[in-house]
């Protein structure tokens, strides 16, 4: 029964002091056969068709799905618009291109602020209105992004936007997946994260635009605010999110406030934490190491024209779109760790491919190939980080692992910037290669090491963790004090064992009452 898991004695252990236990009780095996065991589990059933899945979903479960999706698009979109226009901004404020770019680490170092606002709100409020305030937020900052007289204003307002992007994903990412079934979590946590890479693929093309137009940079802002709103509208229309319901029924059930919910993830799940923020900063390494200084890579050692470089990045962003659907779908059934493993080793084996390609057509391939790889492991991310999060923080958790790994990678690009610069190209007598009279820095082979080292610590950090995958939401509402979790039925068997309860304790007191009533006087004293 539902008490019965409420009024566990205190020694009882934790669910990850049980895990230990059972850890220590196991028979022992070889490290390889271990490190098996934790990456394969046999599929339940054979895959169903992608189709069916993505058009079977009811019409609520669409809509909660495409509003999270379009705001994580549209962030992406706005935050690649700097790092895509930093020349021409630079050019408008008579400042440095390194001027502006402090713009983009401000974002960035301000995203953890926005995950912990948003998802504290979201976790006690509500998914639907937090979300609704972060995307108006977002297409005012956007708006007055356009008008920006000074970098100094800009970066002031790109240090807003960071707040407002650092509580999008997070916040979208439960909403969607937790409003969805469980067949349709891989393939729609897929789909969710490539909204980053069509982001990114839109800004590209419209700054494209801009360029050949010989347009003003602003433009990029207004366009990226307009895209904002039709989110706001679709917003409007969004039902809160049946599980979250559940959780705050919980709250009232068990007569536990917020607070103590906090508490009580803080003390049983410290260790998971931890562990999301040190798997999620290599994830974001992963990403960032082999994104932001790619475009620079090529037109700065490689020499590709400003179209080149478009059609490439084009190419790159549409295999990571696929990639993150595809392994996104199939990780509901060989597993979300298999996924990620499987997708990171081969991001390795096609490091050289991706830098050291012969013609830029084997070069488009093997970037096209090495992005489907990179964000086919980070498709599986939403649905695997929502699956291990605590259930009465899984607004907070996912949102806020993931820009604290953002935070840790922010200066990716920086330090392969500067190590590549230290190391410039050379002629086969020594001298140094020269473009347009200066150095040309060796991008290429400290990507390719960048990226490796990385590879290998993402594999371990992966290896090493745990999965819940296609975990029932519903039946993870809240968690006892020893971090065992509660579901919809345990809520009901509760409320019943209350209610039979407190209808004993009435049924006693109106048998005190009548007995009072009833009582004749025995003895002179009494009379």
Same mark, same amino acid.
């Given at each position: 029964?539902?008490?019965?898991?409420?009024?566990?004695?205190?020694?009882?252990?934790?669910?990850?002091?049980?895990?230990?236990?059972?850890?220590?009780?196991?028979?022992?095996?070889?490290?390889?056969?271990?490190?098996?065991?934790?990456?394969?589990?046999?599929?339940?059933?054979?895959?169903?068709?992608?189709?069916?899945?993505?058009?079977?979903?009811?019409?609520?479960?669409?809509?909660?799905?495409?509003?999270?999706?379009?705001?994580?698009?549209?962030?992406?979109?706005?935050?690649?618009?700097?790092?895509?226009?930093?020349?021409?901004?630079?050019?408008?404020?008579?400042?440095?291109?390194?001027?502006?770019?402090?713009?983009?680490?401000?974002?960035?170092?301000?995203?953890?602020?926005?995950?912990?606002?948003?998802?504290?709100?979201?976790?006690?409020?509500?998914?639907?209105?937090?979300?609704?305030?972060?995307?108006?937020?977002?297409?005012?900052?956007?708006?007055?992004?356009?008008?920006?007289?000074?970098?100094?204003?800009?970066?002031?307002?790109?240090?807003?936007?960071?707040?407002?992007?650092?509580?999008?994903?997070?916040?979208?990412?439960?909403?969607?997946?937790?409003?969805?079934?469980?067949?349709?979590?891989?393939?729609?946590?897929?789909?969710?994260?490539?909204?980053?890479?069509?982001?990114?693929?839109?800004?590209?093309?419209?700054?494209?635009?801009?360029?050949?137009?010989? =347009?003003?940079?602003?433009?990029? &802002?207004? *366009? %990226? /605010?307009?895209?904002? $709103?039709?989110?706001?509208?679709?917003? #409007?229309?969004?039902?809160?999110?049946?599980?979250?319901?559940?959780?705050?029924?919980?709250?009232?059930?068990?007569?536990?406030?917020?607070?103590?919910?906090?508490?009580?993830?803080?003390?049983?799940?410290?260790?998971?934490?931890?562990?999301?923020?040190?798997?999620?900063?290599?994830?974001?390494?992963?990403?960032?190491?082999?994104?932001?200084?790619?475009?620079?890579?090529?037109?700065?050692?490689?020499?590709?024209?400003?179209?080149?470089?478009?059609?490439?990045?084009?190419?790159?962003?549409?295999?990571?779109?696929?990639?993150?659907?595809?392994?996104?779908?199939?990780?509901?059934?060989?597993?979300?760790?298999? =996924?990620?493993?499987?997708?990171? &080793?081969? *991001? %390795? /084996?096609?490091?050289? $491919?991706?830098?050291?390609?012969?013609? #830029?057509?084997?070069?488009?391939?093997?970037?096209?190939?090495?992005?489907?790889?990179?964000?086919?492991?980070?498709?599986?991310?939403?649905?695997?980080?929502?699956?291990?999060?605590?259930?009465?923080?899984?607004?907070?958790?996912?949102?806020?692992?993931?820009?604290?790994?953002?935070?840790?990678?922010?200066?990716?690009?920086?330090?392969?910037?500067?190590?590549?610069?230290?190391?410039?190209?050379?002629?086969?007598?020594?001298?140094?290669?020269?473009?347009?009279?200066?150095?040309?820095?060796?991008?290429?082979?400290?990507?390719?090491?960048?990226?490796?080292?990385?590879?290998?610590?993402?594999?371990?950090?992966?290896?090493?963790?745990?999965?819940?995958?296609?975990?029932?939401?519903?039946?993870?509402?809240?968690?006892?004090?020893?971090?065992?979790?509660?579901?919809?039925?345990?809520?009901?068997?509760?409320?019943?064992?209350?209610?039979?309860?407190?209808?004993?304790?009435?049924?006693?007191?109106?048998?005190?009452?009548?007995?009072?009533?009833?009582?004749?006087?025995?003895?002179?004293?009494?009379?």
């Amino acid at each position: 029964m539902a008490t019965e898991k409420l009024d566990r004695s205190s020694e009882q252990p934790s669910v990850d002091q049980e895990d230990k236990v059972a850890a220590v009780s196991a028979p022992k095996q070889s490290l390889l056969r271990r490190a098996i065991g934790t990456i394969w589990t046999t599929p339940d059933e054979k895959p169903p068709n992608m189709w069916k899945i993505f058009v079977g979903i009811n019409n609520k479960q669409r809509l909660a799905f495409t509003a999270a999706f379009l705001g994580w698009t549209f962030d992406a979109y706005d935050f690649f618009c700097v790092s895509l226009a930093v020349t021409s901004i630079a050019k408008d404020f008579d400042v440095q291109p390194s001027d502006v770019t402090s713009a983009i680490t401000t974002t960035l170092m301000l995203r953890p602020i926005g995950a912990l606002l948003f998802g504290l709100a979201a976790d006690r409020w509500g998914r639907r209105w937090p979300l609704m305030i972060d995307i108006i937020l977002f297409s005012v900052i956007n708006m007055a992004s356009g008008f920006a007289p000074n970098l100094q204003t800009f970066i002031g307002l790109r240090a807003v936007f960071g707040i407002a992007m650092g509580g999008e994903w997070g916040l979208g990412a439960s909403l969607a997946l937790e409003s969805l079934p469980i067949e349709a979590r891989g393939l729609f946590s897929g789909i969710y994260q490539e909204g980053y890479a069509l982001g990114y693929l839109l800004a590209t093309l419209i700054n494209y635009a801009v360029e050949a137009t010989g =347009s003003s940079w602003r433009i990029l &802002f207004w *366009v %990226g /605010a307009a895209f904002a $709103l039709v989110a706001v509208f679709i917003r #409007i229309f969004v039902p809160e999110s049946p599980t979250f319901e559940k959780t705050q029924e919980a709250r009232t059930v068990m007569g536990r406030s917020y607070f103590m919910d906090l508490w009580i993830m803080l003390k049983n799940h410290y260790l998971r934490t931890i562990y999301m923020i040190i798997l999620m900063a290599f994830f974001c390494f992963l990403a960032h190491g082999t994104q932001d200084l790619y475009p620079t890579f090529l037109k700065t050692q490689l020499g590709y024209s400003a179209e080149e470089q478009t059609v490439t990045s084009v190419v790159y962003n549409i295999g990571a779109i696929i990639g993150g659907i595809i392994i996104g779908f199939y990780s509901s059934y060989i597993g979300r760790k298999l =996924s990620i493993v499987v997708s990171v &080793f081969l *991001v %390795g /084996a096609f490091i050289p $491919l991706w830098t050291y390609a012969p013609t #830029i057509h084997s070069l488009r391939f093997g970037a096209f190939v090495l992005q489907f790889f990179v964000q086919g492991a980070f498709g599986v991310v939403p649905a695997h980080l929502n699956e291990l999060s605590p259930p009465a923080f899984r607004a907070l958790m996912p949102g806020l692992s993931y820009q604290l790994g953002n935070l840790i990678s922010a200066a990716s690009s920086q330090i392969q910037a500067k190590i590549g610069e230290s190391i410039p190209l050379k002629n086969a007598d020594g001298s140094l290669q020269l473009r347009e009279g200066k150095p040309i820095a060796d991008y290429g082979r400290v990507q390719a090491i960048f990226t490796g080292v990385v590879v290998a610590c993402l594999l371990i950090a992966t290896l090493v963790g745990k999965e819940e995958r296609n975990k029932d939401f519903m039946q993870n509402v809240s968690e006892d004090a020893h971090g065992a979790a509660l579901g919809s039925n345990d809520l009901d068997d509760l409320r019943q064992e209350q209610g039979t309860s407190g209808h004993q304790k009435q049924e006693e007191s109106d048998v005190k009452e009548a007995t009072h009533i009833e009582r004749v006087p025995t003895n002179e004293a009494e009379k």
